[in-house]
């Protein structure tokens, strides 16, 4: 059964790569990361300005931030190797008035990203490119 921050965790990066973005929020100090229960670092991004937006309305801590766009290419360029270098997670899709959910190394969110961007959205299916054109597979554990 899957859960409904996993579900959230996936949509993160098919909407992603869909719509070229991700969204943050922000305000006059900067961008939030609060710790988790772990007890590391989180930075949230969403998919969509609507899932960041609903945070920002329903969670007290957000309310003062601002939401802001940032492009795909931008966000894995410079965003996931600068939070990799201060040592911070990537909260993906967090939701709910306690804005939770799925947080992961920039790493991986750099490799799922390039998943979803080779399997032409549909996860599990890996395209290799040869002379006959592009001919999709699917990975054995899918």
Known sequence: MTTPSAANSARFFTEAIR?????TVR???????PMNASGER?????????????V????????PFEVVSIPLDDFQTKWLPGLSRDGLKVGVNWAGARATGYDLSPEEVETRLDIERASGGHPGIKRIEGTAGSLPLRHPSA
């Open 42 to 54: 989180a930075m949230p991004f969403w998919s969509l300005r609507t899932r960041a937006e609903r």
């Open 19 to 23: 719509d070229g973005a991700v969204w």
């Open 56 to 63: 920002r309305e329903i969670s007290p801590e957000y309310h």
């Open 27 to 33: 305000d006059a100090d900067g961008m939030p990361a």
